[in-house]
T-cell receptor, first 115, second 117 residues
Framework: DGGITQSPKYLFRKEGQNVTLSCEQN?????MYWYRQDPGQGLRLIYY???????QKGDIAEGYSVSREKKESFPLTVTSAQKNPTAFYLC??????????????FGEGSRLTVL | AQKITQTQPGMFVQEKEAVTLDCTYD???????LFWYKQPSSGEMIFLIY??????QNATEGRYSLNFQKARKSANLVISASQLGDSAMYFC??????????????FGRGTSLIVHP
């Protein structure tokens, strides 16, 4: 079955440590996204990539980094510079074809807790 | 300024009744798309329905329909015959060309729907 796989589902981190969240898709989608979700808030865009080896900052990129070396993979690193990293992180992908609705396909999310 | 506004933090509905979840949006782009997603307690976001700005008719998908009022910039989700499994967070999102070609969806804060037996 095609889909998006995020891992780990739950992650605990000590302050000052970097952590990397994995996102893999087998949908052959060009575009991939990382969103952060906090209680009572919608999804806020961290980074997105519309093609391999290229990515752009979203609204809240500070303290995060990404790479897009393969079409299938878009890992997110939460660095120690991120002041408040405890949140639910969602990875998504979409088709980039003219005439397509551009709906997002989401993974199951990764919940990061900083101790 | 917020591009997507969902004014109902929480809604309650009796099983088998219909419910409307409100969404208003703000864009100056004539070409845009509107989405609704469902997020159960498990966390995964599930796509429900899409409406394009040039679509003449309101979108429907099974028990879901989108009440699109372009002049009012409103895109309300109507769920007919509510089921217990409809209890979830619901997010409205819009994709426009405000970012100059990136076409990235922006999400509202969501509405929590609880369906009572």
């Amino acid at each position: 079955d095609g889909g998006i796989t995020q891992s780990p589902k739950y992650l605990f981190r000590k302050e000052g440590q970097n952590v990397t969240l994995s996102c893999e898709q087998n949908l052959n989608h060009d575009a991939m996204y990382w969103y952060r979700q906090d209680p009572g808030q919608g999804l806020r865009l961290i980074y997105y990539s519309q093609i391999v080896n290229d990515f752009q900052k979203g609204d809240i990129a500070e303290g995060y980094s990404v790479s897009r070396e393969k079409k299938e993979s878009f890992p997110l690193t939460v660095t120690s510079a991120q002041k408040n990293p405890t949140a639910f992180y969602l990875c998504a992908s979409s088709i980039r074809l003219a005439g397509n609705t551009g709906e997002l396909f989401f993974g199951e999310g990764s919940r990061l807790t900083v101790l | 300024a917020q591009k997507i506004t969902q004014t109902q933090p929480g809604m309650f509905v009796q099983e088998k009744e219909a419910v409307t979840l409100d969404c208003t949006y703000d864009t100056s782009d004539p070409s845009y798309g509107l989405f609704w997603y469902k997020q159960p307690s498990s966390g995964e976001m599930i796509f429900l329905i899409y409406q394009g700005s040039y679509d003449q008719q309101n979108a429907t998908e099974g028990r879901y329909s989108l009440n699109f009022q372009k002049a009012r910039k409103s895109a309300n989700l109507v769920i007919s015959a509510s089921q217990l499994g409809d209890s979830a967070m619901y997010f409205c999102a819009m994709r426009d060309d405000a970012s100059g070609g990136s076409y990235i969806p922006t999400f509202g804060r969501g509405t929590s729907l609880i369906v009572h037996p």
